[in-house]
């Protein structure tokens, strides 16, 4: 990493995306927490690793904008107005979650009113839904852009390539990030696809795409600003390929000893939090009372999500038939 | 008022809500500039234009994603699935996606999903398939199969005005066999609501899609021999009209459950169960299915005649079931 290519980026901008990165991992980390203690059932799916993708990319949405994210993008959902709240709340199986207890953790974490899609564990589902999205903006004629997010495990779904082919073909305004972080749960990249990288994959659709280093967020963000640009102006859909590694298990019963532990201690090397906060120490954006500043504002955050989580009523048990139907 | 064959009428309805309602549009395979390959949505191409008709490439899982990535954005996406069969290459976008989403976090997803299907036509195995039981077996998901013209339009109407994911089969089998009256206007046809087709007081058949056509047939052939049959043309099978099974069940104390789809696992098994449950007191007969045999639907004439309930296997059904 240079440090020329943050130096076009105002510094306040830089300390709210580190600000995101750290906010996604302490409620990862809480969320971890609060289930090895048993306060909910369910299941977390770690962000380790995930955070410089998910904040890189849904940083550059604006209002109207749509994104259909999924289980390791919990960054994209804090930065497009999901609160920790909602959030602890949802994992929780409270009535104050977007799913008042009907979905688990970060399934069904929608919110039109935010333009977010609730996802299934179909995946990649979403690629479907935010192409859909993108034709709704095609069909006003409005100048907006879908982003939406799947893994190097549901690149090998046949839908994947579907909804590819597809988005490729309408010219649609819509970005799709493969999030490759080498394991799709216990089966490595190698197992999955032949190919070094699965942006060339995006050529066979006519479109263009990229491969980039996951753990850089300046590098997501250029290559999302890049490619949104691109949706805009009409020029259809683009493959980001980021990569990475999944620096815990699949979820949080997995300790994931089938990850060589050589590949684990480089990769962690790379953390991506970590890179980015001694790349902003180092150009002095950064330094320890702002890091400190933003550590008591996560906190403080944190705590009053969890607070507002627990003090949400549990679902009445009279509600379970309610809502299969839309009445109007 | 205008006579219409039950395929005039599900393209009336499809010109007269697109008309209606700019957010309406139509997406599928070769539905645009060839007109679908039943002539479905002749026309609509023509006058709608390829944003509104959209041709789609041989993806049904995708462009089931795309309409329901669109309905949530507030279109009313009106998918053509060429042939029912084809449904189940597009089915994790309908029955996991459509079909849970209002309950889990309480998006709409207003779209319909019209397919030709069922037999009769000797188009084999994968151009005839009954599969309204997997549907109806997802929550969240309306299924719509009219018997007529007059009810294909008006609950074509319904289901895209409708709030939910609907599916919307129509038995291919009536495109072009009969024409009846059909108003000029719009109109709609309550979603969830049973017809009489014919009124009895020895035994109900209770049926739906071209099966009715063969019910009363049936009838009419069994009034000659003092056999009095009431026929119920169920018209959805999901919201379910169970009162108006109920009233006629209670009424004739004998039941005919009669489809095109297979035996094992088939609505007429919900059907003969709600029977049992709530009139058991007043049968007298246990309540009785007729429909095809546990096998693919066969290709070769003799072999689908022998797959397939019609109105000579109905009438002996119902002879022997008034018999006990």
């Known amino acids: 990493m240079s440090a020329d290519s943050i130096n076009k980026i105002p510094g306040k901008k830089l300390l709210e995306l580190l600000y995101w990165m750290m906010l996604t991992r302490r409620i990862d980390d809480r969320c971890e927490a609060l289930f090895k203690q048993g306060r909910f059932p369910g299941g977390i799916f770690s962000q380790e690793g995930h955070e410089a993708i998910s904040v890189g990319s849904a940083i550059l949405l604006e209002e109207g904008d749509a994104i259909a994210p999924m289980h390791r993008d919990l960054g994209a959902y804090l930065v497009r107005g999901m609160s920790p709240g909602r959030i602890f709340a949802q994992a929780m199986g409270r009535q104050g979650s977007p799913s008042g207890g009907r979905d688990v953790n970060t399934h069904g974490l929608g919110d039109l009113s935010l333009r977010i899609f609730g996802y299934v564990s179909h995946l990649p589902q979403s690629m479907g839904i935010a192409l859909g999205a993108a034709y709704s903006f095609l069909y006003r004629k409005e100048d907006r852009v879908a982003l939406t997010y799947f893994g190097d495990g549901a690149s090998s779904e046949g839908g994947c390539h579907e909804a590819l082919n597809l988005a490729a073909v309408l010219k649609a305004p819509v970005v799709f990030i493969l999030e490759n972080n080498q394991y799709a749960y216990s089966t490595p990249i190698e197992k999955q696809c032949l190919v070094e990288n699965l942006s060339i994959r995006a050529e066979g659709y006519g479109i263009p795409g990229v491969t980039i280093d996951g753990t850089d967020v300046i590098a997501v963000m250029e290559a999302t600003r890049e490619a949104i640009g691109r949706a805009r102006a009409g020029d259809g859909p683009t493959l980001i390929e980021c990569k990475n590694l999944r620096l815990k298990g699949h979820a949080a019963h997995d300790p994931a000893d089938y990850i060589p532990p050589g590949l684990l201690k480089r990769w962690k090397k790379r953390d991506p939090i970590s890179l980015f906060r001694e790349r902003l120490e180092n150009s002095g954006i950064l330094d320890g009372n702002k890091l400190a500043e933003l550590q008591g504002r996560i906190e403080a955050e944190i705590e009053e999500g969890v607070e507002w989580a627990e003090a949400s009523p549990w679902p009445e048990a009279a509600t379970l038939e309610k809502d299969v139907f839309s009445d109007a | ?324």
């Open chain 2, 1 to 324: 008022m205008p006579e219409l064959s039950y395929l005039e009428s599900i393209n009336q309805a499809l010109h007269q809500e697109m008309e209606r309602d700019e957010n309406v549009f139509i997406l599928g395979e070769d539905v645009g500039e060839f007109g679908g390959a039943f002539k479905a949505t002749a026309g609509l191409y023509e006058k709608f234009g390829s944003r509104r008709v959209l041709d789609t490439p041989m993806c049904e899982w995708a462009f089931i994603g795309l309409a329901n990535g669109a309905a949530m954005m507030g279109l009313k996406p009106v998918v053509e699935i060429q042939f029912a069969d084809f449904i189940s290459t597009g089915f994790d976008p309908i029955v996991q996606y459509a079909a849970t989403t209002h309950y889990r976090w309480g998006a709409k997803v207003p779209l319909v999903i019209r397919a030709p299907w069922g037999g009769g036509a000797c188009a084999g195995p994968f151009h005839s398939q009954c599969k309204e039981a997997w549907f109806a077996h997802c929550p969240g998901l309306k299924v719509v199969i009219p018997s007529t013209p007059h009810d294909a339009k008006g609950l074509l109407i319904s289901a895209i005005r409708d709030p939910n994911p609907v599916i919307f089969f129509e038995p291919k089998y009536l495109y072009r066999r009969e024409k009846m009256e059909v108003p000029l206007e719009t109109y709609s046809t309550p979603i969830g609501e049973a017809a009489v087709r014919r009124e009895g007081s020895d035994l109900s058949i209770i049926t739906y899609g071209a099966m009715v056509l063969e019910a009363v047939e049936a009838a009419e052939t069994l009034s000659v021999e003092n056999i009095s049959c009431e026929v119920i043309d169920l018209r959805t099978l999901v919201p379910l009209d169970k009162k108006a099974v109920l009233d006629s069940v209670r009424k004739t104390s004998r039941a005919l459950i009669v489809h095109e789809a297979v035996k094992t696992g088939g609505f007429g098994a919900e059907i003969a169960a709600i029977i049992s449950e709530e009139a058991f007191d007043v049968l007298d007969a246990p309540p009785a299915r007729l429909t095809a045999p546990d096998t693919p639907v066969p290709y070769s004439p003799p072999l689908e005649k022998a797959f397939r309930p019609d109105a000579g296997k109905i009438a002996a059904r119902a002879r022997q079931l008034a018999a006990y």
